[in-house]
């Protein structure tokens, strides 16, 4: 009876143990399965569609991806509604104290808005700011409206200031950025297109004012305009530009920065998060600022003759300088390559006038030519007469 009992025992302690190796081999595997589930959706979750990080004065690409990908650029658009209006201004074709009639199509513009009623008036001035700041999509509609009739018209300026810039990878089918449903042709905007597009757009000072901006009041403070660029404030520098988003086109940013003398300019398309796109904006401009920086060669590198010898003049030799000054965007770790080639004689002949052309200095690294100007006479020089010809060769 006691065999048994021990039987019956050790029976039931197996299927326990079984039961935990069971309980903890369906854990494991209920672990691994989440793992590989969490593994294969961040493979799938596209960290962005392409980046551009160019610099903002010359437009050199300094890291790209996908740059000429067409995708779809959501308010990022309203950059060239704001470039169109502004070139309008410069122009005296419309004023900033214009006062705009809020139409019944414009009023009813969703998404990102200021909610702008029927036959309510607000100046262009104020619309300009809540599209900058707020990307406010029913204050695109308003001023389209008011530049050329009606937004279709609008749409049409917009693509031929495109073709004129270059912007090659680029259609506009709204003036504000919003998808036009159904299965209508959609804007499209690659990264180097947004990048001409930015480049234009930082010219005009008010611009950067407004994109810099965090918030401002409209409708007289009963509404606050916010800054959809939320690096404003974290990112030293950062002064704007401009966001983007809908469900279709996924989170956008042009942003642009400036430390001392170097401004540049990052675009992130298409990214899966709203923080991904603030956090590859970041990661590029950072990259940008550690990386180059601007340098005057003339200062750094002058030409070691200071003068030259002048044949048959009143002073035997004339100081030299270099007519220009020049700059070059250059990686940091490669400013000890540069080299400089002089083109200089070895003498001159008299007269000399100053600022007289007399060489030419030229700087390169690598090969590729960086820069150059011309050497300059510092002073003038007299032709020796004939009797002072004979009194300094007697």
């Given at each position: 009876m006691l065999l048994a009992m021990d039987?019956?025992?050790?029976?039931?302690?197996?299927?326990i143990a079984f039961l935990l190796l069971f309980f903890t081999f369906s854990l494991t595997l209920g672990l691994d399965s989440a793992s590989a589930r969490r593994k294969r959706s961040r493979k799938k979750a596209i960290p962005y569609r392409s980046i551009l990080l160019i610099e903002a004065n010359t437009g050199r690409v300094l890291k790209a991806r996908n740059e000429r990908l067409p995708t779809k650029p959501a308010s990022v658009v309203k950059m060239m509604t704001a470039l169109i209006t502004m070139e309008q201004i410069k122009r005296n074709i419309i004023n900033l104290d214009d006062i705009i009639t809020t139409s019944r199509r414009a009023s009813r513009i969703g998404g990102q808005q200021v909610y702008l009623k029927q036959g309510e008036k607000f100046s262009l001035r104020d619309l300009m700011k809540s599209i900058i700041i707020s990307s406010a999509n029913d204050s695109s509609y308003a001023v389209a409206e008011h530049i050329a009739g009606d937004a279709e018209a609008f749409v049409d300026l917009m693509n031929q200031r495109a073709k004129e810039l270059g912007m090659s990878n680029t259609r506009f089918v709204n003036v504000n950025g919003l998808p036009p449903g159904g299965k209508k042709p959609t804007n499209q905007m690659s990264a180097r297109d947004a990048g001409i597009l930015a480049r234009e757009l930082i010219k005009y000072p008010l611009i950067m004012k407004w994109s810099a901006t965090k918030n401002a009041?409209?409708?007289?403070?009963?509404?606050?305009?916010?800054?959809?660029?939320?690096?404003?404030?974290?990112?030293?520098?950062?002064?704007?530009?401009?966001?983007?988003?809908?469900?279709?086109?996924?989170?956008?940013?042009?942003?642009?920065?400036?430390?001392?003398?170097?401004?540049?300019?990052?675009?992130?398309?298409?990214?899966?998060?709203?923080?991904?796109?603030f956090k590859e904006a970041t990661r590029l401009l950072a990259w940008g600022f550690n990386q180059y920086r601007w340098i005057n060669l003339s200062k750094t590198k002058k030409p070691k003759p200071q003068q030259i010898k002048v044949l048959k003049g009143q002073k035997r030799m004339v100081r030299i300088r270099l007519k220009e000054s020049v700059?070059?965007?250059?990686?940091?770790?490669?400013?000890?390559?540069?080299?400089?080639?002089?083109?200089?004689?070895?003498?001159?002949?008299?007269?000399?006038?100053?600022?007289?052309?007399?060489?030419?200095?030229?700087?390169?690294?690598?090969?590729?030519?960086?820069?150059?100007?011309?050497?300059?006479?510092v002073d003038s020089v007299k032709k020796l007469g004939f009797f002072q010809s004979l009194i300094r060769f007697r």
């Open positions: 039987r019956r025992r050790r029976f039931r302690l197996s299927i009041p409209f409708r007289n403070g009963s509404f606050i305009l916010t800054n959809t660029n939320t690096l404003l404030g974290r990112f030293r520098g950062m002064d704007g530009l401009k966001t983007g988003y809908h469900r279709r086109a996924g989170f956008s940013i042009v942003a642009t920065a400036k430390r001392k003398n170097l401004r540049l300019i990052a675009v992130v398309m298409g990214s899966s998060h709203s923080r991904r796109r700059a070059a965007l250059v990686r940091r770790s490669e400013e000890k390559r540069i080299s400089m080639k002089l083109e200089l004689p070895k003498e001159i002949t008299a007269p000399v006038k100053a600022g007289q052309k007399v060489g030419r200095v030229t700087y390169e690294l690598g090969g590729n030519k960086l820069g150059g100007t011309d050497l300059v006479a």
